[in-house]
């Protein structure tokens, strides 16, 4: 069965930097595409950023800003956010896409609250 288990939310001042992980077990790390997605109070969750075996994308609003990466040895999956702005303040979810079968599995989400 696989789970995935996030954490590195919380609050932040603008201009700030966070790093956020999702740990995934039962997983055959190729077989996914990781991604990060986020939903702030009263919008719909909008994609951040994803990572497959060779390429990465970006959500224009934190291009430059966010960075996503994995680690293959440990199954996890993260998101290096620098230049926080209060507009990224929102619910952080990662996802591990199986591409043949084209299921997700989604982690719990974490908060991410920008703000002075």
């Known amino acids: 069965q696989v789970q995935v288990v996030e954490s590195g939310g919380g609050l932040v001042q603008p201009g700030g930097s966070l790093r956020l992980s999702c740990a995934a077990s039962?997983?055959?790390?190729?077989?996914?595409?990781k991604g990060w997605y986020r939903q702030a109070p009263g919008k719909q969750r909008e994609l951040v950023a994803m990572?497959?075996?060779?390429?990465?994308d970006y959500a224009e609003s934190v291009k430059g800003r966010f960075t996503i990466s994995g680690d293959n040895a440990k199954n996890t999956v993260y998101l290096q956010m620098n230049s926080l702005k209060p507009e990224d303040t929102a619910v952080y979810y990662c996802?591990?896409?199986?591409?043949?079968?084209?299921?997700?599995?989604w982690g719990q989400g974490t908060q991410v609250t920008v703000s002075s």
């Open positions: 996802n591990y896409h199986r591409l043949s079968r084209g299921t997700d599995v």
């Open positions: 039962g997983i055959l790390w190729h077989l996914y595409r």
């Open positions: 990572i497959s075996a060779d390429s990465t």
